[in-house]
């Protein structure tokens, strides 16, 4: 794959803002670059935090990007300190039945990070050591038995010594990812919440307003059913005046008559 050009990388760091805004997982934001530049997805996420390491270590920053928006993670080197009295520790909690993991995970006081970094350590020292202890012999004489067997053995420590280093080294990204994916789950939860507690409080409104409503609606049934009782005797009243007034009128015309 040829190197990578400036507007590659910008527009790489652009994609990952984009997705962090969105608090996407950096592991789609690598997956849907690969797919667009058709560079395979481990590459382009070595590449990022290649770029990232540059940019600390050199102080220089020629593409002006925006650190604020990247997390910088660079590993601390073991001490020699560190060497000669971590590294014994975990050697003999292995001797005494404990599983690596365990041991770092000990040594590290609960820290997973911590505990990656002295099982990576030791890792890498062991495979240096069984490589000083597996040699080939120098001399064009026939091999015996037992050196193709010790042979044998050795290669296939160093493949298996291998293959869980590549494992452990998968583990710890995907534990990455995954308490990345975590934050961002809490502060989606967290946005629902804060959004499901605005609706209830829009509700309670809402209900306050219809009790308020029903409440006027009453008064104004009553009030109209006062108002057309009033006006019922009104005219009850009117009527029966009329009545009389015509009943008045009718006798003294029979008088004047008679």
């Known amino acids: 794959m040829c190197a990578w050009k400036d507007e590659e990388t910008l527009k790489l760091f652009s994609l990952v803002e984009n997705y962090k805004k969105k608090n ?24 990022y935090y290649k770029i990232l390491k540059q940019i600390v270590f050199t102080k220089k920053n020629p593409l002006k990007i925006n ?4 997390r910088v993670t660079v590993s601390k080197s073991f001490t020699k300190e560190e060497e000669e009295k971590v590294m014994p520790a975990i050697q003999r909690l292995i001797n005494s039945g404990t599983s690596l993991r365990n041991a770092c995970l000990q040594l590290a ?62 583990i710890g990204y995907e534990t990455q990812n995954a308490n990345e994916e975590l934050r961002n789950v809490v502060k989606e939860l967290a946005t629902k919440q804060n959004e499901l507690d605005s609706l209830k409080k829009n509700f309670e409104m809402l209900k306050n307003e219809r009790l308020l409503l029903k409440e006027e609606l009453k008064n104004l049934r009553s009030q109209t059913a ?4 009033k006006k019922m005797r009104g005219e009850k009243i009117s009527s029966l005046k009329n009545f009389v007034e015509k009943l008045y009128k009718q006798e003294k015309l029979e008088n004047d008559i008679k």
């Open 24 to 47: 996407i997982p950096l592991k789609k934001a690598f997956s849907a670059y690969a797919e667009q530049s058709g560079r395979k997805e481990n590459s382009v996420r070595n590449y």
């Open 226 to 229: 006062s108002l057309l009782s």
């Open 67 to 70: 650190l604020k928006m990247h």
């Open 109 to 170: 006081g609960g820290d997973v990070k911590k505990m990656l970094r002295y099982q990576n350590k030791f890792r890498t020292l062991e495979k240096v050591e069984s490589c000083k202890v597996v040699k080939m012999p120098t001399k064009k004489s026939r091999l015996t038995d037992s050196e193709i067997n010790s042979l044998f053995m050795g290669l296939v420590r160093l493949i298996k010594k291998c293959a869980e280093e590549q494992a452990e080294e998968k």
